[in-house]
């Protein structure tokens, strides 16, 4: 029987190992090339998908703001090559060369072949990409890209890179600017009194694309600084008690990420700079400032058609400074006019872009004083800096502008708390995490889900004037909030909003009035006094801001520049831009349309749907026609060269008349008449296969017991030609109603149309659990499906339960079963009650090294570690730490103990499980040894009897009885009674023969006895042989007889994303007392039990990480994956249960 919680491991008696080592060197390699093929092809599948991203990118202009380019023709040429891949993916598994010699030549052809043109076509772009980048041309050009790949050639990384980490970290402040030189020149600016914080933000924008074109244009001896204007007052902060002018940047933003794209001075770093570079050589505390420009339009206009143009003109406006006797220019200079003048004032109109400004300032660096004497220009300001445009808004380097102004940690951590406290919102939940450097962000639409809550930027007080027609009235604002929470099935809504106290509540009382459900709740954001005093309005400003970023749903005002600074962060974040663009209705308008300020449509011409329809149609034809499985009459070349070989008592002989590679030829090679199949997860199914292979022979039956996944079962149909024939399926069901790992390909394989198995007898055997919903699934279906397919069923279906006794429901299957087929090939049943044996002992010598001395499976395993680690092939994991969870004074144990897989490749995801190959208790082996007087250490090896049996061994062989009894034989589970029956005959004392004879009888008083004497009592085969003193069964016998020793399976208890290089587990040792007065205890647990005890010996079981601590003990160990994921949506309800 397969249960959930555990797995066998197959393949692990040594057989197949040696098999391949000594026949097959060459299969080796194809293993070996078989993987590298796979993980060419998969690196060849993400190649294609993202030059299909590319051009779908491109054709939906989905993602216009990357500037994506035209994808070249060699990129739809080169998809084709995906095709011959599939070719190359489907010929690995059953070695179609036909198939594989297309991958090939499709690779070629359209893979290497196109791109190899390509590059010798396109290998002049890269001179040239080159020869612009020197010369300063790249600005006037569109985005460069490298024979049509969006990507920047490698030159223009190099070189970017190289700019980048000349901007980085040039923070000037007033102790220290490391990057000043004579060369160094420094920008200010201001801006319109009347504009707001957001508007000042976006110039800000359009002012460091300024500094970052300037840097890139002039030679690298000159030093472009941008000095950032002091705050306030703006005429929407309210609080008139807080400071309100000359406000550090620092207060809002940090300053740090700002230097990443240009370097940047505060202004007081600035004033405190200049102030002491002037003092030794003047009596005035002053500065100057050699120029200082004001911009404005042009007074005509733009006219006609737009024209870049900049002229120094006469002022449209009565200017701000004024020239005093001293012959300098005093005026605004952000309230510090005591401490700053300049030498030169000018009006200049400006038309077009912020770069109009880049070569006035290229050709004006210097300046004559009264002295005719050349003097170093310092620093330059511009005043109205809003007159000049974004330079390709929303760019490339708007958006690294835009991405270095990150937000000052103390407000991000006052819109997070408020967040967790009252949104229930965290950026692990809502998808929202970001890195400390934004630039490097790569977050594409739809990553962000947002915080179950809908952010609105409600603009009232300026707005209701200045554009009525757009702004809702309270009742009309709260339908419209109560629609998007009813269609998105949300709750919260947070809005920023101007609007004062009395509003809000008047806006809460209409949705409580119009939502159909009374639990929404509206909030906003009101800092106590204190902490207003330490963020200020613009503080109190990006919380509201950082807070309706992070929204699941977000609703901005018409035109305000507030809501497109949200829009931004939410770009940044990943949001869905339908998810974002979207604004509040006016009471005029139906807001059911969802109206929102920019939608992207989806365009394809003509041309552009013709390519992808005759993709799609190659694929799905591609797709059907590699599905197609082979026919029979014509094996490949491989399978066929496969057959040619076979082992034969550990020699290697040719074909001949070998016929290793078909269960059917083996079995006429052989003349058996049967066949079992066995699909078994534990190890039970496969146990009760040999039974009935064992109970055939004394009905004059010879059977073969193969497994599923190791034949080809395409050859059901040739065993209908042998005479008599016999076909059983002993099924287990795993899990959630499926069928067990090596059953799962025949599972698949016989559930298609078109198989025919007409006249096919057969009879199956279902093991599995009445406790699970879909109780027996597979035996059920596959009897109902081989019926369907024209077999004969010679026995009625058997339903295994191991919730009940699931021997004796295999015991009376097997009676009528044998009672069936006697009758339907009038057999007789052979009396002899001799125990006839699967496996014959072959006596040492053996050589030392082809000794196993515990591998699961390949020899020598554990000392040369190879991956991939599975059930076949553990890891011998060292483990690191161990620990008592439970206090001393508790009557159970809990361990916790670390295992260390930092030397593999080994990854796990929450929810999955560890394999643990456990070790007998030394002293129970021991035990054995003592009851039957026997040299644990002599060196043995069983052979199957049946040459032609898949299996050979019963566990990997030779080896010592001790390392059979320590590591693969079960010493502590209840023999069952078939177990007894075949011992019994070694008792001398008649009243033990009698004893075992009854209890392995399936009477009902021997079913009764069993229950009483071995389960009711757990009497292990160590306690039966104390108890039973005159039984002394042979130990090579009693080793063929015993269950495997199978791993045992633990949930992980870490988290990889805490833990990725250690696997943690915790486990409740079992350990109690039996009514026989024996102790029983827990296989694996115990093991864990004996390292703890290790561990305590030597001091260091409670090392704390980081220390050095030599700890002895390692765990064969393997991972596998669970079926059980958490809900995609964080929303979902989860009940757990802990037992």
């Known amino acids: 029987m397969s249960l959930p919680g555990s797995q066998h491991a197959v393949g692990t008696d040594g057989s197949d190992y040696q098999h391949r080592e000594c026949i097959a060197p060459h299969y ?185 074109t300037l840097r890139e244009r002039k030679s690298a001896d000159s030093n472009w600084i941008l000095v950032l204007p002091p705050w306030g007052p703006l005429y929407h902060w309210f609080s008139h008690n807080l400071p309100r002018t000359q406000l550090k940047w620092s207060n809002f933003f940090d300053i740090k990420s700002l230097s990443r794209f240009i370097p940047v001075i505060e202004f007081e770093d600035f004033l405190q700079l200049f102030t002491s570079s002037s003092s030794s050589s003047s009596s005035t505390s002053q500065i100057t400032i050699p120029y200082v420009y ?73 300046w004559s004083d009264d002295r005719n004497k050349e003097q170093v220009v ?120 101007d609007a004062d106290e009395n509003e809000i509540d008047t806006l809460r009382q209409h949705a409580h009035q119009l939502c159909e459900t009374s639990s929404n709740q509206i909030y906003t954001y009101r800092p106590n006094e204190k902490i207003l005093e330490n963020i200020l309005d613009g503080g109190k400003a990006i919380v509201d801001q950082w807070i309706c970023a992070h929204a699941r749903y977000f609703i901005g005002s018409y035109e305000s520049t507030f809501s497109f600074r949200i829009q931004e962060d939410r770009e940044i974040l990943g949001f869905e831009q339908d998810s974002t663009f979207n604004r509040l209705c006016g009471d005029h308008e139906d807001f059911s349309l969802s109206l929102n300020m920019e939608l992207l449509s989806f365009q394809l011409d003509t041309i552009d ?9 190659i694929s799905l034809i591609a797709i059907y026609w590699f599905q197609r499985k082979p026919t029979l009459s014509k094996p490949d070349d491989i399978q066929q060269t496969i057959r040619n070989f076979r082992i034969d008592n550990g020699g290697v002989k040719g074909a001949g008349a070998s016929h290793e590679g078909s269960f059917v030829d083996r079995m006429i090679h052989s003349n058996k008449k049967m066949v079992v199949f066995y699909g078994s997860q534990t190890g039970t199914a496969e146990d009760f296969a040999q039974r009935i292979a064992k109970q055939a022979k004394r009905y004059g039956i010879s059977a073969a017991v193969c497994d599923p996944e190791e034949c080809d079962m395409e050859e059901l149909q040739r065993l209908i030609a042998i005479d008599k024939h016999l076909a059983l399926f002993c099924l287990a069901t795993y899990g959630e109603g499926d069928p067990t790992d090596n059953a799962q390909e025949f599972y698949e394989w016989l559930r298609e149309n078109g198989r025919d198995l007409t006249g096919l007898h057969y009879a199956v055997f279902g093991l599995g659990n009445k406790t699970y919903e879909h109780y027996n699934a597979v035996g059920k279906l596959v009897d109902k499906r081989i019926t369907e397919l024209g077999g004969v069923r010679v026995c009625d279906l058997g339903l295994g339960d191991d919730d009940g006794n699931i021997e004796d429901d295999f ?11 006697c009758h339907k090939y009038e057999l007789v049943i052979n009396t002899d009650g001799t125990s006839m044996r699967q496996y014959k002992l072959v006596p040492g010598p053996f050589p030392v090294d082809s000794v196993f001395t515990g591998e699961i499976g390949r020899l020598k395993s554990y000392e040369r570690q190879k991956p991939p680690y599975d059930a076949r092939n553990p890891y011998l994991a060292p483990v690191t730490n161990t620990r008592e969870l439970f ?42 040894g003592e009851l039957l007087d026997v040299n644990l250490d002599e060196i043995i090896s069983l052979l199957n009897v049946d040459e032609d049996a898949q299996k050979k061994y019963p566990f990997p062989c030779p080896c010592s009885y001790r390392t059979a009894l320590t590591y693969y034989l079960d010493l502590t589970s209840m023999p069952n009674t078939q177990i007894l029956k075949e011992i019994a005959q070694y008792a001398t004392d008649e009243n033990d023969k009698t004893l075992l004879t009854l209890m392995g009888s399936y009477s009902e008083e021997g079913k009764i006895q069993y229950k009483e004497w071995i389960l009711d009592s757990c009497r292990s085969i160590v306690a039966i042989l104390e108890d039973l003193p005159s039984l002394k069964p042979p130990l090579d016998h009693l080793c063929e007889l015993l269950p495997r020793l199978h791993p045992r399976y633990y949930s992980i208890s870490s988290s990889p994303k805490v833990h990725p290089t250690s696997i943690h587990i915790t486990a409740v040792i079992v350990h109690f007392e039996t009514p026989t007065k024996r102790v029983a205890k827990g296989v694996a647990t115990n093991c864990f039990k004996e390292l703890y005890m290790k561990h305590q010996a030597i001091g260091c079981a409670q090392h704390k990480e980081g220390d050095t601590c030599h700890l002895p003990g390692r765990l064969p160990i393997f991972i596998r994956k669970s079926t059980f994921r958490l809900p995609f949506r964080f929303q979902t309800p989860i009940i757990m249960i802990g037992m």
């Open 378 to 497: 310092k620093s330059i300001m511009f005043d109205r800096a809003e007159t000049v445009l974004h330079v390709d808004y929303g760019g490339y380097n708007y958006w690294r502008a835009r991405r270095s102004m990150r937000y000052a940690k103390q407000l991000v951590d006052l819109g997070n708390r408020f967040r967790v406290d009252y949104l229930n919102s965290t950026d692990l939940i809502d998808r929202t995490v970001l890195i400390d450097d934004w630039t490097k962000m790569k977050r594409h639409h739809s990553q962000a889900m947002g915080g179950p809550y809908i952010g609105i930027h409600l603009r009232r007080r300026d707005y209701i004037k200045a554009r009525p027609g757009y702004v809702p009235s309270l009742e009309h604002a709260a339908r419209q909030v109560c629609h998007h929470l009813n269609r998105l099935n949300l709750s919260l809504t947070f809005i920023a909003t």
């Open 887 to 928: 206090q001393n004074d508790c009557l159970r144990s809990c361990l916790h103990l670390e295992l260390d897989i930092s030397a593999t490749n080994i990854k796990y995801e929450a929810g999955y499980h560890v394999g643990v190959f456990p070790s007998n208790d030394a002293a129970l082996v021991n035990r054995v």
């Open 811 to 821: 015991m009376a299957w097997a009676t009528i079963f044998w009672q069936n087929v």
């Open 294 to 366: 004001t911009l404005q339009h042009f007074s005509e206009g733009w006219g006609e058609n737009f024209e870049e143009k900049l002229e120094i003109r006469k002022c449209n406006e009565e200017p701000m400074y004024e020239k005093r006797n001293d012959n300098y220019y005093y005026g605004w200079f952000f309230g510090y006019d005591d401490r700053i003048r300049a030498r030169q004032f000018q009006c200049l109109s400006a038309q077009g872009f912020v770069t109009v400004l880049v070569d006035f300032l290229i050709q004006n660096i210097t």
């Open 28 to 212: 080796r390699a194809s293993i070996e090339s078989k993987s590298r093929l796979r993980l060419l092809i998969y690196s060849h599948f993400l190649l294609g998908f993202l030059v299909f991203v590319h051009i779908l990118t491109y054709h939906t202009s989905l993602m216009s703001t990357l500037n994506v380019p035209r994808p070249h023709l060699w990129q739809y040429i080169w998809l084709n090559s995906i095709l011959s891949s599939i070719c190359g993916l489907v010929s690995i598994n059953k070695n179609r060369i036909f198939l594989m010699k297309i991958f090939f030549r499709g690779t070629v052809i359209f893979g290497l072949g196109t791109i190899i043109t390509t590059i010798i076509i396109n290998l002049s772009e890269l001179f040239t990409f080159k020869k612009l980048k020197t010369n300063h041309q790249l600005d006037e050009l569109e985005p460069q890209t490298f024979f049509g790949f969006p990507l920047l050639s490698a030159y223009s990384l190099i070189a970017d890179n190289n700019n980048n980490n000349n901007n980085n970290n040039q923070q000037c402040t007033k102790d220290s600017c490391s990057s000043i030189t004579s060369s160094t020149y420094y920008v200010l600016y201001d801006v319109n009194h009347g504009e707001g914080f957001n508007l000042r933000r976006d110039v800000y924008i359009r002012m460091a694309n300024l500094i970052h």
């Open 609 to 617: 749907i013709a390519i992808f329809i005759v993709l799609l149609i």
